[in-house]
T-cell receptor
Framework: GAGVSQSPSNKVTEKGKDVELRCDPISGHTALYWYRQSLGQGLEFLIYFQGNSAPDKSGLPSDRFSAERTGGSVSTLTIQRTQQEDSAVYLC????????????FGPGTRLTVT | QKEVEQNSGPLSVPEGAIASLNCTYSDRGSQSFFWYRQYSGKSPELIMSIYSNGDKEDGRFTAQLNKASQYVSLLIRDSQPSDSATYLCASPGDKLIFGTGTRLQVFP
């Protein structure tokens, strides 16, 4: 079956602009996660959704970051007034349910802020 | 705070050898672990999950979990150059707690 998909695969934007990153999870997966990986660094947790609710937003770096999920499926991560330090690969993962279920990652969106 | 620790490497092994990747964790309550493989420029790919104490084998890969020692490992038998990647150990929950990853280099 289809895996997790993300769009766009690459995004170059100017400092100060807003960007939207999209994630389409595996069909039937109720849990969805956003992570960030800066060049040569480990993975940083941002937020997760169970259905359309986000019980844990603790990883969002600032109030410029927000995310939503609609219909228990597609999720959008929005970064307002982008800064150069936002440049990273943004990864989405989904799992059958929250907890110890296996998480499968999408290909990521590489964001470059110039 | 749950933590997962890995040696960053690189771990260099000759083709055909056994590569042993190790991970320790702080939370005694952790019941399961995932191993991900990440090629340079790619996203993490789940290669093994282990939910109980002991060994789990899948092809050339064996995951080992020792809850008493809070230790989890991944053995790769008959290592191939295509196994060269960063291997991430992760403790699942409402979010994955990742180790920093071990870079494996398999040389011909």
């Amino acid at each position: 079956g289809a895996g997790v998909s993300q769009s766009p695969s690459n995004k170059v934007t100017e400092k100060g602009k807003d960007v939207e990153l999209r994630c389409d999870p595996i069909s039937g997966h109720t849990a969805l996660y956003w992570y960030r990986q800066s060049l040569g660094q480990g993975l940083e947790f941002l937020i997760y959704f169970q259905g359309n609710s986000a019980p844990d937003k603790s990883g969002l770096p600032s109030d410029r970051f927000s995310a939503e999920r609609t219909g228990g499926s597609v999720s959008t991560l929005t970064i307002q007034r982008t800064q150069q330090e936002d440049s990273a690969v943004y990864l989405c993962a989904s799992s059958k349910d929250r907890g110890t279920y296996e998480q499968y990652f999408g290909p990521g969106t590489r964001l470059t802020v110039t | 705070q749950k933590e997962v620790e890995q040696n960053s490497g690189p771990l260099s092994v000759p083709e055909g050898a056994i590569a042993s990747l190790n991970c320790t964790y702080s939370d005694r309550g952790s019941q399961s672990f995932f191993w991900y493989r990440q090629y340079s420029g790619k996203s993490p790919e789940l290669i093994m999950s282990i939910y109980s104490n002991g060994d789990k084998e899948d092809g050339r890969f064996t995951a080992q979990l020792n809850k008493a020692s809070q230790y989890v490992s991944l053995l790769i038998r008959d290592s191939q150059p295509s196994d060269s990647a960063t291997y991430l150990c992760a403790s699942p929950g409402d979010k994955l707690i990742f180790g920093t990853g071990t870079r494996l280099q398999v040389f011909p």
